[in-house]
């Protein structure tokens, strides 16, 4: 394989990373930025509009409990789409299965954005609002896996956390991108404009950026390590991947389930509920919220990157140790600033949450590859990242709202405090993985 002079930080004094690999590195992070950019449009749009747009005869709380409940809509879909993908992930192909999630993720994206509003179409609209949403979950059920496994099985050893923290690093990029897009559109128009057309296009932009992903991941090739498993017989021999994966490795299944919780509960408290707390109890407002989130997003990028550094000196598990150490330190120093109603204080209150959470994120992909086998790999890190997502950003803003209604914001940083110590007992048990043979 031809190598490039591209140097990502190095492993024993760093040598060059080979072409292929720097190159599906890339394809994984602007695909993965683009998915998850369409993800976090609804989650970001659901939160500041579609209350009023899709829920009108509703209180203003009963409203945006429904738009959180459209939200939670995915993460019931997610792993049922991811479970279909990783199937034939697995039996097929990574490439296949990531140009399909891609396809599929952009027309549903569009598709909102030409949806009719309860004034238009009653009832209707909700229940199209949600369908899309579904079909947005199930797309997404299948790129994280596929992206993360095609990044990894590509890298050398010495730079697997590195390069598979790329499509790790497309999550935060969607979320930057999507933040930036909406803050653009709030400062051109006038509220009244953006709350009754204008927030449909940042969901039409996704037709463009669809072709672009496209683009990329028809140009690199199938994951050699896949494959070589196809030739060998290893992984066309596994009729149903997933039974197998619950058959030899459920153990496995369930301690990376919990080990993914905390970064997935702690995510959606910082960028879904406090971006709702900062434009309602604190009466923030939306264009300076979410330049709140956009600055956060960077500090969650930081982390993310010198995490990934980390677990290629170090070891995957100390990086994530690390991480959920760096979580329940800053948790309660960031809700005092928060709390306080400024919103730089809010901002920076938010990138110090938002710092250790990228930490633990960065070796998660890698971590969780090295963990199953070839035949089962990409099923057994769907079911891990889809199942932790069901019961950590799937609930956490309900859980959030319900904590602060009752107990204060406080409560909510003992919420992150309880899932960040289940995460952490669980990569104890599951021990290290860099020195594992992804071929095996």
Not at 122 to 136: D, E, H, K, S, T
Not at 211 to 227: A, C, H, N, Q, T
Not at 354 to 361: E, K, L, Q
Not at 421 to 439: C, K, Q
Request: some cysteine.
């Amino acid at each position: 394989m031809t190598q490039t002079g591209v140097n990502d930080g190095g492993h024993a004094g760093g040598t060059p990373v080979p072409a292929e690999a720097s190159r599906v590195a890339k394809a994984a992070f602007i695909g993965t930025t683009i998915e998850w950019y369409d993800f976090y449009i609804y989650a970001s749009t659901a939160t500041l509009v579609f209350g009023t747009q899709f829920f009108p005869a509703m209180s203003p709380v009963a409203a945006t409990l429904a738009s959180f409940a459209t939200i939670a809509v995915a993460f019931v879909a997610r792993p049922i789409g991811g479970l279909i993908f990783a199937h034939y992930g697995d039996r097929v192909g990574r490439k296949t299965t990531l140009i399909a999630s891609l396809l599929l993720m952009g027309l549903s994206t569009t598709l909102v954005g030409l949806l009719p509003t309860y004034a238009t179409a009653g009832a209707l609209a909700p229940i199209l609002l949600v369908l899309l949403r579904f079909v947005q979950g199930a797309a997404v059920g299948g790129e994280w896996g596929g992206a993360v496994l095609m990044a990894t099985e590509f890298a050398p050893p010495g730079r697997r956390a590195r390069l598979s923290s790329w499509a790790q690093q497309g999550v935060t990029a969607g979320l930057a991108l999507s933040t930036a897009v909406l803050l653009l559109v709030t400062l051109l128009v006038p509220h009244e404009t953006y709350v009754e057309w204008a927030w449909r296009l940042p969901f039409l932009s996704s037709a463009v950026l669809i072709v672009v992903g496209l683009v990329m991941r028809l140009r690199i090739d199938e994951s050699p390590i896949f494959k070589a498993g196809q030739k060998a017989g290893g992984t066309t021999g596994t009729r149903l991947p997933i039974a197998t994966l619950l058959r030899e490795s459920r153990r496995t299944v369930v301690l990376a389930t919990f080990a993914y919780v905390t970064v997935s509960a702690t995510f959606y408290v910082a960028f879904v509920f406090l971006l709702s707390h900062a434009t309602g109890p604190l009466k923030i407002s939306q264009p300076l919220a979410l330049t709140a989130v956009l600055l956060s997003s960077g500090a969650y990028s930081i982390g993310l990157r010198l995490s990934a550094g980390v677990a290629d000196k170090r070891g995957r598990r100390t990086a994530l140790l690390t991480g959920f150490c760096g979580i329940l330190v800053v948790v309660f120093p960031s809700i005092a600033l928060i709390e306080t109603g400024s919103p730089v204080l809010f901002a920076v209150g938010l990138a110090l949450l938002a710092f250790p959470v990228g930490c633990a994120y960065a070796p998660i992909g890698v971590y969780f590859a090295e963990l199953f086998p070839t035949a089962t790999r990409y099923s057994g890190i769907t079911a891990a990242n889809q199942a932790g997502s069901l019961m950590g950003a799937a609930v956490a803003p309900f859980i959030a709202i319900a904590l602060f209604g009752a107990f204060g914001m406080y409560a909510v940083g003992a919420y992150v405090v309880l899932v960040t110590v289940i995460s952490l007992v669980a990569v104890r048990a599951l021990g290290e993985t860099r020195h594992l043979d992804l071929e095996r």
